[in-house]
Structures are given as C-alpha cells and as structure tokens.
C-alpha cells in the first residue's frame, strides 16, 4: 500500500507547478521593444498621450536608468551589441538586413549572451525579430546572396539555417529573419527552419490604411503569418516556454529573450486593441506592448517564478521619423521627449532609450540611475550576477552595473560611452561632455521630407565635428567644438584609442 502510495506520489510531482523557484541563480527575462522612444513610456515622459501601467509598474519595482542607451540608433547592429557585449562597428558592419540578408554577424565560435548563461547552467530561449543576420540557401546549397523578394523566392525550405539562433546559444527559438512586419520575408522560423513557407505574394489591400501603415515591403508571405497577430503569438510562444520550462525544469534556472514588433512600423496592432487609445494606431500599438509587458510579469507571478527574476526591458534604438512626425502633429505625443533627433540619429533621441530593471529583494523599489549606461552592458552585468567569468577576448564594451543595481556603486560602471549610427559615423561621451566626430545626425537628412522642419540651426558650420555638454545643454543646440578644443582634443583621441585597441572594456 505505501509502495503504491509513493510510486503515485513521484508520477504526479513533476506535473506540479512550483510556487517558489528552486534554482539559487536568478532567472532573467529581457524585454527588447523595437523603435520605442524614451517619450512613449510614461514613467519617463509625464507627457505621453498613451498610458504604460505595466512597464510603469516595473519601474515603481525596480530601477529606472534615466542615462541609457542604445549601442547604435538602428536595429541590427544594436542587437548585435546587446547579444556579444560589443560594439558593431568594430566588424565594420554598417546598415540593416532585410530577406535573406546574412550571413549571421555573430561567429560560431564568439561568446554570447545566451551561450553565456548556458555555461552556467541555464535554460535558453528566444521569441521574436532576430535581425543579426542568417544564411538561406537554394536548391544547388548555395547561400543565397541576392536581396529583395528575388533572393526570397531562391530559399530551398528543406535546408536547414545553419547560424540561426539555436546555433549562437538559444535553445530554443520562435520568430522572424529581420522586421515582423516590414520585411521581404514573412514567415516564422522555429528552431533553424521555415515550417510553413511562403506561398504567395503580400495582399496590402487587406491591411489597415492610416499615417503609420505604410513601412511594409512587397514579400513573400506564408499563410500562417497574420500582421496584425504577430506580437500577440510571440507572447504565446513565450508563455509556453514559462510554462514548459516550470513544469519540465522547475531547478534549473533560464534566460527569456522576448524581441517585440512592436513598436516598430507599419502600426499594426492587434485586433483587440484597435482603438484602445485616444492616441490612434500608434498608441494603440504601444498600448499592445504595455500589454505584453504585462502577461509576461504575469505569467512569471502564476508560475511562482517572478520573485527570483531579474525583468530587464529596453529597446533596441529611439522612435522612428514616421511616427514622431505623425504623433506630434495628430496627438501631441513625442516619442522622442526631451531630446534632440529620432532613430538613425547620433543626437540623443536616436538612442537613449527606456531601461528598467526589476529583481526583488535585491533592487530597491522605486530606484532611479543616471549613471550612463549602454545595452552593451548587459552581457557584463548578467554574468556578474551569476557568476560568469568573461573571457579577455568576449564582450569587449561591457561593464557591469551589479553594484548599481544593489545600491553599492562608488563610481561611474563606465569610464566613457561609445555611440553609432546606421552609416558608422561615430560618437563619446564622458561625464557630460559628448564629441560627435561627424557633421549632422550621422542619420537623418534633415535638408529634405518630412522631418526638415525639425532641423535646429547649425551654431558652428565651419566645424567639422560636435560637442555639446549635455549638462548645460541637454537639447544638443550650440555646439562648442570651437569653445573648448582642450575637451575635443581628449575625447577625440580617446575615441581612436578605443577605435585602435578594439576594445574600451580593459
């Protein structure tokens, strides 16, 4: 009788979800947002027209970095920074991938973030937009080097993605190639494979029309892939990796990567928050990430697990031209609030972005930061808190905010900051002192379109580069390039410095 009882017993106890984790090392869940501006969260912007509840609970339980960036004002290479703890332009890789663009930036034999945490024992899972690049071949086992939809029609879906997530230390993965939304691929890949390819052409007569819908390119679309559905099955997949990992693994600790759509263009919100803003399909689109914010921190709390996971949410660079144009005429809403330039843009719209970090009992509730930080940062910080040790020849621009984020930090996590944007023009920042060594945004073209009349007069034209102290001038609007040659002299030497050494982690 006790015999059966037992054998019953250990039948039915790995079905049973825990209700505290078991694991000493915490879980970690970063949120990465896409194109999500400092101005449309509105614990960082009183301003905003869209309201953020759950990304502001966040904040009220963790940490709020007031000085964070980007490590570039565009996708990919941001992603690839985050992912390695580098900078992108020391690979000398300047834009975007679009289709079959790869192959992949990261090395199969480079240390990521995820590999990482998998030496140390941990789960890893990624849901979402990868966009670092992947190798596609046709039916001769050529990797297919043409773009466009051309290089879209040459996939062979039998092969398999040789450096796709699952092959840079991700366990698992559900997402896309690049941009959800606005690609020349849309179909979803699970693990290193297309399941259901596409079938037919993009139909955008079905697809909502307004100011912000217009971003998508003519691809190849598979018959499983819905537009407007996409953040809300990504949260799916998420969810069930919570859920299966509590019920199959409740020891051993994971790591989450959730990569959003949103709130990238074309604005396609989910069928169920339509119109749940007064701020049109734009906020409606930034409602649906609050929402997502919000199941995730759920999930974690009915699984047991929220009390020992660190929440890290961020995004990937500042909010797109488009929709800083169109929320500020239509809805009073700037993304970009109170800062200079949007995406693409070396001027701190283009990327000081939201970062909150969350870990209870370890971080203090209702904390604020402005050290400078960069995103880079989280490959050092996560590896201090579970007891990593980076190799000298890994993640070569990443310092660890551990003792900022206990309340134990004596200084600076970072002696200087680097920047960059999409054509490789490059920045630093030390203290309050920021050296743009380009004319302009290093982005944006501001003689023409639709953001021509956000162009600030120019106080120095003969000067070749930038500098602007952000303590005094926040607004980036008189440059002191002339004023102080001493401070552009320093910076810019420390800049070819980091440049020749390849590195400014020493």
Same mark, same amino acid.
């Given at each position: 009788?006790?015999?059966? *009882?037992?054998?019953?017993?250990?039948?039915?106890?790995?079905?049973?979800?825990?209700?505290?984790?078991?694991?000493?090392?915490?879980?970690?869940?970063?949120?990465?947002?896409?194109?999500?501006?400092?101005?449309?969260?509105?614990?960082?912007?009183?301003?905003?027209?869209?309201?953020?509840? %759950?990304?502001?609970?966040?904040?009220?339980?963790?940490?709020?970095?007031?000085?964070?960036?980007?490590?570039?004002?565009?996708?990919?290479?941001?992603?690839?920074?985050?992912?390695?703890?580098?900078?992108?332009?020391?690979?000398?890789?300047?834009?975007?991938?679009?289709?079959?663009?790869?192959?992949?930036?990261?090395?199969?034999?480079?240390?990521?973030?995820?590999?990482?945490?998998?030496?140390?024992?941990?789960?890893?899972?990624?849901?979402? $937009?990868?966009?670092?690049?992947?190798?596609? &071949?046709? $039916?001769?086992?050529?990797?297919?080097?043409?773009?466009?939809?051309?290089?879209?029609?040459?996939?062979?879906?039998?092969?398999?993605?040789?450096?796709?997530?699952?092959?840079?230390?991700?366990?698992?993965?559900?997402?896309?190639?690049?941009?959800?939304?606005?690609?020349?691929?849309?179909?979803?890949?699970?693990?290193?494979?297309?399941?259901?390819?596409?079938?037919?052409?993009?139909?955008?007569?079905?697809?909502?029309?307004?100011?912000?819908?217009?971003?998508?390119?003519?691809?190849?679309?598979?018959?499983? &892939?819905?537009?407007?559905?996409?953040?809300?099955?990504?949260? $799916?997949?998420?969810?069930?990796?919570?859920?299966?990992?509590?019920?199959?693994?409740?020891?051993?600790?994971?790591?989450?990567?959730?990569?959003?759509?949103?709130?990238?263009?074309?604005?396609?919100?989910?069928?169920?928050?339509?119109?749940?803003?007064?701020?049109?399909?734009?906020?409606?689109?930034?409602?649906?990430?609050?929402?997502?914010?919000?199941?995730?921190?759920?999930?974690?709390?009915?699984?047991?697990?929220?009390?020992?996971?660190?929440?890290? *949410?961020?995004?990937?660079?500042?909010?797109?031209?488009?929709?800083?144009?169109?929320?500020?005429?239509?809805?009073?809403?700037?993304?970009?609030?109170?800062?200079?330039?949007?995406?693409?843009?070396?001027?701190? #719209?283009?990327?000081?972005?939201?970062?909150?970090?969350?870990?209870?009992?370890?971080?203090?509730?209702?904390?604020?930061?402005?050290?400078?930080?960069?995103?880079?940062?989280?490959?050092?910080?996560?590896?201090?808190?579970?007891?990593?040790?980076?190799?000298?020849?890994?993640?070569?621009?990443?310092?660890?905010?551990?003792?900022?984020?206990?309340?134990?930090?004596?200084?600076?996590?970072?002696?200087?900051?680097?920047?960059?944007?999409?054509?490789?023009?490059?920045?630093?920042?030390?203290?309050?002192?920021?050296?743009?060594?380009?004319?302009?945004?290093?982005?944006?073209?501001?003689?023409?379109?639709?953001?021509?009349?956000?162009?600030?007069?120019?106080?120095?034209?003969?000067?070749?580069?930038?500098?602007?102290?952000?303590?005094?001038?926040? #607004?980036?609007?008189? %440059?002191?390039?002339?004023?102080?040659?001493?401070?552009?002299?320093?910076?810019?030497?420390?800049?070819?410095?980091? $440049?020749?050494?390849?590195?400014?982690?020493?």
């Amino acid at each position: 009788m006790k015999l059966a *009882f037992l054998l019953a017993a250990l039948l039915v106890a790995p079905l049973a979800v825990p209700r505290a984790a078991a694991a000493t090392k915490p879980n970690i869940v970063f949120i990465l947002a896409d194109d999500l501006g400092y101005g449309d969260v509105r614990c960082y912007n009183a301003e905003a027209k869209v309201p953020t509840p %759950n990304i502001d609970r966040l904040a009220r339980e963790g940490m709020r970095f007031t000085d964070a960036h980007s490590p570039s004002t565009v996708c990919t290479p941001s992603r690839y920074s985050l992912l390695t703890g580098r900078m992108a332009f020391r690979i000398n890789y300047r834009g975007v991938f679009e289709g079959v663009g790869g192959p992949c930036l990261i090395k199969a034999d480079q240390l990521t973030l995820p590999q990482m945490l998998r030496n140390q024992g941990y789960a890893t899972a990624m849901t979402g $937009k990868w966009h670092v690049g992947l190798s596609f &071949f046709d $039916k001769e086992g050529l990797r297919i080097t043409k773009g466009g939809v051309e290089g879209v029609k040459l996939i062979d879906y039998s092969r398999a993605i040789p450096d796709a997530p699952i092959h840079r230390g991700f366990d698992r993965f559900f997402g896309t190639a690049c941009c959800p939304g606005t690609d020349y691929l849309y179909a979803f890949i699970d693990g290193d494979r297309i399941p259901i390819p596409p079938t037919g052409m993009l139909d955008k007569s079905k697809l909502p029309k307004h100011p912000y819908a217009f971003d998508n390119r003519a691809g190849l679309i598979a018959p499983d &892939f819905d537009l407007e559905e996409v953040d809300m099955l990504f949260l $799916k997949k998420s969810r069930e990796f919570l859920e299966q990992h509590a019920q199959s693994q409740p020891g051993k600790p994971f790591f989450l990567l959730h990569s959003t759509h949103a709130v990238h263009l074309p604005s396609f919100a989910a069928k169920q928050f339509r119109g749940s803003t007064k701020a049109g399909p734009h906020g409606d689109f930034i409602h649906e990430l609050d929402f997502i914010v919000g199941e995730l921190m759920k999930t974690l709390e009915r699984l047991g697990m929220a009390e020992n996971t660190v929440v890290m *949410f961020s995004s990937d660079n500042g909010p797109e031209t488009t929709s800083v144009v169109h929320m500020r005429a239509d809805h009073g809403h700037d993304g970009a609030r109170p800062w200079r330039g949007v995406k693409r843009d070396q001027w701190e #719209g283009g990327h000081r972005v939201p970062f909150i970090v969350r870990w209870p009992g370890k971080i203090a509730a209702g904390s604020t930061s402005d050290q400078t930080v960069c995103l880079t940062d989280v490959m050092a910080t996560c590896a201090a808190m579970t007891g990593a040790t980076l190799p000298p020849n890994a993640a070569a621009d990443s310092f660890s905010l551990l003792p900022v984020l206990l309340g134990k930090a004596d200084g600076a996590p970072r002696p200087y900051t680097l920047h960059q944007t999409i054509s490789l023009a490059l920045a630093i920042r030390r203290g309050p002192w920021k050296y743009l060594d380009h004319r302009g945004s290093g982005g944006n073209n501001y003689d023409k379109g639709e953001i021509k009349s956000f162009a600030l007069p120019d106080t120095a034209p003969d000067a070749p580069a930038q500098l602007y102290n952000l303590e005094t001038d926040p #607004g980036e609007r008189v %440059n002191l390039y002339f004023k102080h040659p001493e401070i552009v002299r320093e910076l810019k030497a420390l800049l070819d410095s980091s $440049k020749a050494q390849g590195r400014s982690r020493l």
